[in-house]
């Protein structure tokens, strides 16, 4: 266990460096808008490109896997759904966000750097798979419903090719697909490109969890809504769960396929569901509520998953 706090405490490490330089330097929440941009437009998708574009084709092609760990990420959105909707009585638009904080994990920013290190870079197919259509996905989910619940007045047709468009142009989406064609057709791109990869690839991590927790330091919760207590609960330990009883029903994976997926699952959620929110102007402070609150949790839960996995007591596969 001790191992696994030390593999955990850089990054909570690296979370808890921007909460405090956040509130010590006082700087605006604008003052992170280009550390944000050249997260999203340049490390990570460096980081996804590098990790495709070196694999073999034939691992990239696993759509039993991709189904699998879609599909309980939105087992597990559609119950907080009908919980929200049919239960609580809640919006669509607020259902909707409220899903999300239980099925959306922080996958881009926190994902691909702590499965590397806790399991090696076999993990890098699992996690780009994950990371691409599992953003691609919630993409088209999230405004999809807002449509649907009336906070998109566009006709049917401009918000359908609207999503369509922002799915194709995402940064994440678009580096995923190089790297499908350049592992496709074994293409060996320069020396110079390479190391310039390399090098944007090694601040992915480094840049995502410090603006995370600059992010964090400036979103105070100023009070705790009933729903985070069950949100909180499905997001780190009901969403992990279905996805390994999902993924051991669907096939026969490789251990780190399955420990990646479980893993990605149990991170904390999102920031992006407090954009999304902010976008349509619903659940916005419970949204940010949320991510601190499971980032928090996650400082004790994170350990649990990790042991579990590395002391062997979570076979790769529970129905062999």
Same mark, same amino acid.
């Given at each position: 266990?001790?191992?696994?706090? !030390?593999?955990? @405490?850089? +990054? /909570?490490? =690296?979370?808890? $460096? *921007? %909460? &405090?330089?956040?509130?010590?330097?006082r700087?605006?929440?604008?003052?992170?808008g280009?550390?944000?941009?050249?997260?999203?437009?340049?490390?990570?998708?460096?980081?996804?490109?590098?990790?495709?574009?070196r694999?073999?084709?034939?691992?990239?092609?696993?759509?039993?896997?991709?189904l699998?760990?879609?599909? !309980?990420t939105? @087992?597990? +959105? /559609?119950? =907080?759904?009908? $919980? *929200? %909707? &049919?239960?609580?009585?809640?919006s669509?638009?607020?259902?909707?966000?409220?899903?999300?904080?239980g099925?959306?994990?922080?996958?881009?920013?926190?994902g691909?750097?702590?499965?590397l290190?806790?399991?090696?870079?076999?993990?890098?197919?699992?996690?780009?798979?994950?990371?691409?259509?599992?953003?691609?996905?919630h993409?088209?989910?999230?405004?999809?419903?807002?449509?649907?619940? *009336?906070?998109?007045?566009?006709?049917?047709?401009?918000?359908?090719?609207?999503?369509a468009?922002?799915?194709?142009?995402?940064?994440?989406?678009?580096?995923?697909?190089?790297?499908?064609?350049f592992?496709?057709?074994?293409?060996?791109?320069?020396?110079?490109?390479?190391?310039?990869v390399d090098?944007?690839a090694?601040?992915?991590?480094?840049?995502?969890?410090?603006?995370?927790?600059?992010?964090l330091?400036?979103?105070?919760?100023?009070?705790v809504?009933?729903?985070?207590?069950?949100?909180s609960?499905?997001?780190?330990?009901?969403?992990?769960?279905?996805t390994?009883?999902?993924?051991?029903?669907?096939?026969?994976?490789?251990?780190?396929?399955?420990y990646?997926?479980?893993?990605?699952?149990?991170?904390?959620?999102?920031?992006?569901?407090?954009?999304?929110?902010?976008?349509?102007?619903v659940?916005?402070?419970?949204?940010?509520?949320?991510?601190?609150?499971?980032?928090?949790?996650?400082?004790a839960t994170?350990?649990?998953?990790?042991?579990?996995?590395?002391?062997?007591?979570?076979?790769?596969?529970l129905f062999?």
């Amino acid at each position: 266990m001790a191992d696994i706090i !030390a593999l955990l @405490l850089p +990054f /909570f490490g =690296l979370i808890l $460096i *921007g %909460y &405090v330089a956040a509130k010590v330097t006082r700087q605006p929440a604008e003052a992170l808008g280009w550390m944000n941009t050249f997260i999203i437009y340049a490390a990570l998708p460096a980081l996804f490109f590098k990790l495709v574009s070196r694999t073999p084709v034939e691992e990239l092609t696993r759509i039993d896997f991709i189904l699998g760990e879609v599909g !309980a990420t939105y @087992l597990v +959105f /559609f119950t =907080l759904f009908a $919980i *929200g %909707y &049919v239960i609580r009585r809640n919006s669509l638009g607020d259902c909707t966000i409220q899903s999300l904080a239980g099925a959306y994990g922080n996958i881009g920013y926190m994902g691909p750097g702590l499965a590397l290190l806790a399991l090696g870079e076999s993990a890098a197919v699992p996690v780009a798979l994950i990371v691409c259509f599992e953003n691609a996905f919630h993409f088209i989910m999230a405004p999809a419903l807002m449509a649907v619940a *009336g906070g998109d007045k566009r006709p049917a047709g401009e918000v359908a090719i609207d999503i369509a468009k922002k799915v194709a142009v995402h940064p994440f989406i678009l580096s995923t697909v190089f790297g499908f064609a350049f592992a496709a057709f074994a293409v060996e791109p320069p020396d110079a490109f390479s190391t310039l990869v390399d090098y944007l690839a090694q601040a992915a991590a480094p840049c995502a969890l410090f603006a995370m927790g600059v992010t964090l330091a400036l979103r105070p919760i100023k009070r705790v809504p009933v729903e985070i207590g069950y949100i909180s609960l499905a997001k780190l330990v009901i969403l992990p769960a279905t996805t390994y009883v999902v993924l051991s029903l669907v096939g026969s994976f490789e251990p780190v396929w399955v420990y990646s997926a479980i893993l990605l699952s149990a991170l904390p959620t999102a920031t992006n569901v407090f954009v999304l929110g902010q976008q349509y102007g619903v659940w916005q402070e419970r949204a940010s509520a949320s991510i601190l609150i499971t980032t928090i949790l996650s400082v004790a839960t994170l350990p649990v998953v990790l042991y579990l996995i590395h002391s062997g007591a979570l076979p790769a596969d529970l129905f062999p």
